[in-house]
């Protein structure tokens, strides 16, 4: 089984409300990812956890607020996004492999 | 830094074509890994394959096949008798040695219709 499970599919929500994605995956991996894709470019990697540790944060504004709350779980928390934000955002989840699964993504709107 | 480079922005071709896609990286690593994955219109990455620097072999998997030479660093895909579901995006992708996606890199992407 490799699936990685996100909800919501589709998010629409304004400038001022907060949101979360979340992400699952029952694999045993002890690496979970967010990127982000805008249409027609590849994926941008914003987050790594680790063993239920942030191990990387490529530079994304304090409005992503990721969560790990157990090593199955993903969640990104969202505040006072921009319309620029609108995009596909992709869980992943790893081995120390490093094939990376992904889950189907979430579209968000800002308007 | 590692680099990917997707040469072919799109690509369309007739039903029953075979049609070669091309992945050319670059890497100071000795250990790294290449993969490809298909993004469909659904949005969703689909992994088709993995290999690791070591293993030069080529690889066919039913109606795909895949040209590792790391003499050319290039890690190329080709579909045989292409069907309308091979339409989609298909991203190269290089990692290197025992890092968590820390330098887990896609290259732009190739989009490939595939016409009846």
């Known amino acids: 089984d490799t699936e990685v499970t996100q909800t919501p599919k589709h998010l629409v929500m304004g400038m001022t409300n907060k949101k979360s994605l979340k992400c699952e995956q029952h694999?045993?991996?002890?690496?979970m990812y967010w990127y982000k894709q805008k249409a027609k470019k590849p994926p941008e990697l914003m987050f790594v956890y680790s063993y239920e540790k942030l191990s990387i944060n490529e530079s994304v504004p304090s409005r992503f607020s990721p969560e790990c709350p157990n090593s199955s779980l993903l969640n990104l928390h969202l505040h006072a996004l921009q319309p620029e934000d609108s995009a596909l955002y992709l869980c992943?989840?790893?081995?120390?492999?490093?094939?990376?699964?992904f889950g189907p993504g979430t579209r968000l709107t800002v308007l | 830094a590692q680099k990917v480079t997707q040469a072919q922005t799109e690509i369309s071709v007739v039903e029953k074509e075979d049609v070669t896609l091309d992945c050319v990286y670059e890497?100071?690593?000795?250990?790294?890994?290449l993969f490809w994955y298909k993004q469909p219109p659904s949005g969703e990455l689909v992994f088709l394959i993995r290999r690791n620097s070591f293993d030069e072999q080529n690889e066919i998997s039913g109606r795909y096949s895949w040209n590792f030479q790391k003499s050319t660093s290039s890690f190329n895909f080709t579909i045989t008798a292409s069907q309308v579901v091979d339409s989609a995006v298909y991203f190269c992708?290089?990692?290197?040695?025992?890092?968590?996606?820390?330098?887990?890199?896609f290259g732009p992407g190739t989009r490939l219709s595939v016409l009846p």
């Open positions: 890497t100071r690593d000795t250990t790294y890994y």
């Open positions: 992708a290089l990692s290197e040695e025992d890092n968590y996606g820390q330098n887990f890199v």
């Open positions: 694999m045993g991996h002890r690496a």
């Open positions: 992943a989840s790893s081995t120390d492999t490093d094939t990376q699964y």
